[in-house]
């Protein structure tokens, strides 16, 4: 794995840890006005901006996994393989930052978003929140974890990844008890605009599960 961007590191310690994962073919700057808008609201979160370990398949960014004639039946695979170096990442800045799975938030961009989903259904969840910014599930999701808050965000207009998934897998959660919102912006495409950011800030501010909250209650008091 190379080298991340580290956009905010509190020096007496985080409250929250807060990593931002990529599309296909970009890089961890593309994250960084996300994790620049969140270091300001969340002055004692670690924020980091994660750089996936293979080189693209297009352009001169890198990627999760290739996506190089994937079909809906090869896709699951390819996310299987690359699923524990993802995992390792995120229990990496775990440890170096104290911070426990209640304590962290995953936010990925379209397959950065994939990988984050995905995470959720292979082993013990490694993050209360999910932020899926134009993102899915490979496949509908087989369990819905109850420590896990799940913020899908999507455009109508994207053309890479359907709107549709968004809405079918957010149901398919809140059928299955998940915590999860899901919201459409008529006029997006495959992108992030500003008023989709502040929407991510709104949700991590005001849809906080009690189970988040206890813990960043524990890591300011020092317990």
């Keep these: 794995m190379s080298d991340p961007l580290i956009l905010q590191m509190p020096s007496d310690g985080a409250q929250q840890l807060l990593l931002l994962f990529h599309g296909m073919g970009s890089t961890p700057e593309s994250m960084a006005p996300i994790g620049r808008r969140l270091a300001t609201e969340f002055p004692q979160a670690a924020v980091v901006s994660i750089q996936a370990p293979h080189p693209g398949d297009v352009g001169s960014g890198y990627q999760w996994f290739s996506a190089k004639d994937v079909t809906e039946a090869s896709r699951p695979a390819r996310i299987a393989d690359a699923m524990p170096g993802f995992r390792a990442t995120i229990e990496d800045w775990q440890a170096k930052t104290g911070a426990t ?39 509908l999701p087989a369990v819905a974890p109850a420590t896990v808050t799940f913020h899908l965000i999507h455009g109508e207009k994207d053309a890479v990844i359907a709107h549709t998934y968004a809405i079918s897998q957010a149901e398919h959660l809140l059928d299955r008890g998940a915590d999860v919102t899901a919201d459409i912006f008529t006029e997006l495409g495959h992108t992030v605009s500003q008023e989709a950011l502040e929407l991510v800030v709104e949700r991590l501010k005001t849809h906080v599960p009690q189970h988040v909250w206890q813990a960043a209650q524990a890591a300011a008091s020092g317990s």
């Excluded at 938030?105 to 910014?133: C, H, K, Y």
């Design 101 to 139: 799975a209640a304590m962290t938030a995953l936010i990925g961009f379209s397959q950065g978003a994939i990988m984050s989903l995905e995470s959720t259904q292979s082993g013990a969840p490694l993050a209360g929140r999910i932020v899926a910014l134009s993102g899915r599930f490979a496949t």
